[in-house]
């Protein structure tokens, strides 16, 4: 099976304050459903969901956590691993707006820095807005992240959220492959496993050998031949010597 048969699996952390509308928004991107009915995340939730991006097969697993500062221990342990993060807000609640910058501290002390985010979420109720649009910009740039103003009531611009981090992951991922590869090669090469073709210089024959043959070297394949003395050379070589 090739690599690129493989699924592949991105996990996925949404953190924020409580009550901005972490688990709808994970309701609606998995499921299609919407509730208006709030219920308070116990630590954390999981949903999958199969989809294709960048023409690859590939799994999200979305961990849905607490936002609530009593859930903190709990919820620090499912951070490890996270290949992108949803850091959200809601637009008629200033204080999680102004909680954005700590929760993406957080997630970066645990997985350092990966492909994030920034949320605003129930813009259907700008009317009520609790910051103005300069203000999210502002911190949007600031926090050097990518921002979706979302309503996930309205099912507006949600999907867009998670089809941007996955893609931004898998081209992250793609970049990396082809740096390690080519680190690889670069490493082969210095090793000597690079092929140099041999060329012919008047050290490829060496004459006189400890039997007193010639081993000549063919520069064409490497090989070499010996040619045995013949018994002038022999007398020649011997006739120094004096027996006594």
């Not at 992108?84 to 002390?109: M, P």
């Not at 999210?136 to 050097?144: M, Q």
């Not at 979706?148 to 309205?154: D, G, N």
Request: proline share 1%; hydrophobic share 35%.
């Amino acid at each position: 099976m090739l690599e690129e048969d493989l699924e592949i699996a991105i996990k996925v952390v949404v953190v924020g304050n409580g009550h901005v509308g972490k688990s709808s928004m994970i309701q609606r991107f998995c499921k299609g459903v919407f509730t208006k009915d709030y219920k308070k995340t116990i630590g954390v939730d999981f949903l999958e969901k199969h989809m294709e991006i960048n023409d690859k097969e590939t799994r999200l697993m979305l961990w849905d956590t607490a936002g609530q500062e009593e859930f903190d221990a709990i919820t620090k342990a499912y951070y490890r691993g996270a290949n992108v993060c949803v850091v959200a807000f809601s637009t008629v609640d200033r204080d999680s707006f102004l909680a954005v910058e700590n929760w993406k501290r957080k997630v970066e002390a645990e997985v350092g820095e990966v492909v994030m985010v920034v949320v605003q979420n129930k813009i259907d109720l700008i009317d009520k807005a609790c910051m103005t649009p300069d203000e999210v910009d502002t911190l949007a740039k600031n926090l050097r992240l990518k921002l979706f103003r979302i309503s996930v009531k309205e099912n507006f611009n949600v999907d867009e959220v998670f089809n941007y981090l996955c893609s931004k992951f898998l081209n992250k991922r793609a970049r990396k492959q082809k740096e390690l590869t080519e680190k690889q090669t670069t490493i082969g090469f210095s090793n000597g496993t690079e092929s140099v073709p041999e060329t012919k210089t008047k050290e490829s024959t060496v004459l006189g050998g400890s039997n007193g043959t010639e081993d000549v070297t063919n520069s064409n394949g490497g090989q070499s031949f010996q040619i045995k003395p013949t018994k002038e050379r022999a007398k020649k070589k011997t006739s120094g010597c004096i027996v006594l």
